[in-house]
């Protein structure tokens, strides 16, 4: 599996196949039928939670990497399995690309391919419970004082989340 997305950009004069199909064969199932219309604006690189936090993820290189046909690279990354699902991108994309289906698209056929075993699947899930859980929790708490969230608060959950250096 690829380290970073970065590195698969870098890697692109040592790439084995071009797969020039690949865009259709995602285009062809459900979900992907709009991936041909994105123009590369980025909205949802500024929509996208996970890239706010992992700074070499981006939905807009991985749809260009697929529209490139660099179908190893894509199914290889750890890039696809960063996504969680929560569909800013697509509320947010002016092309109606529907990324988080795309997703779906390239685990299973990562899935199918055999670039992860069973038991990395088994792991995923358990980390996106595991998410939800804290989520949950850290809802519940500010829900308590919905009303009268101040400042202070929200510094805390940056610090809680590790996310201090937001806010700018
Ligand atoms: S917001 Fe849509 S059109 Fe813009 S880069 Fe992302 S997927 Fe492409
Ligand atoms: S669905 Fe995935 S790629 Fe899109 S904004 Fe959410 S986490 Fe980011």
Redo the contacts with the bound molecule.
Sequence with gaps: MQTVFSETITRVGAMKTIDTEFKREIAACPGGEHIMRCFACGT??L?????EVTAD?S?RR?IRMILLGMKEEVLGSEAIW?????????V?CPQDVK??EI?RVLRKLAVEQGYVTPGFITAVNEVDIAAQKIRRDMLKSILKKRDSITKEDIAEIRTLSGNGARGR
Excluded: A, K, N, T
């Excluded at 960063?82 to 697509?90: F, G």
């Design positions: 949802c690189v929509s996208c939670p996970v890239s993820y939905p991985i960063y996504c969680m699902s929560c569909y800013r991108c697509h947010r990324y988080p997703m």
